[in-house]
Nanobody, 116 residues
Framework: QVQLVESGGGLVQPGGSLRLSCAAS????????VGWYRQAPGKQRELVAT???????NSADSVKGRFAISRDIAENTVNLQMNNLKPEDTAVYYC??????????WGQGTQVTVSS
């Protein structure tokens, strides 16, 4: 069983920044993928940004140029730096991991609210 614990959410004004962190209970190196998804009220959960075990990254077009995913293998953490936040970024952000055997794990989520 893998535990993923998110932190760093909160309320921010449009144009502001937040940094989300996800602490994993196991190594994030020998895995398939780790990253972030989000779910806004009344909408389906969607990919934000992911990073593979080999270090390749993928992100949604809506966040390209504003969000950046990174990882600290020694600390087993994956971070999401979010800049120039917009009201449409408001959502619950979930940390996600897929293992090499294709088992999926989710964190409990952290709320991000962008509002003036």
């Amino acid at each position: 069983q893998v535990q993923l614990v998110e932190s760093g959410g909160g309320l921010v004004q449009p144009g502001g920044s937040l940094r989300l962190s996800c602490a994993a209970s196991r190594s994030i190196f020998r895995i398939n993928t780790v990253g972030w998804y989000r779910q806004a009220p009344g909408k389906q959960r969607e990919l934000v940004a992911t990073i593979t075990g080999a270090g390749g990254t993928n992100s949604a077009d809506s966040v390209k140029g504003r969000f950046a995913i990174s990882r600290d293998i020694a600390e087993n953490t994956v971070n999401l730096q979010m800049n120039n936040l917009k009201p449409e970024d408001t959502a619950v952000y979930y940390c996600y991991m897929r293992t090499l055997t294709h088992l999926d794990y989710w964190g409990q989520g952290t709320q991000v609210t962008v509002s003036s």
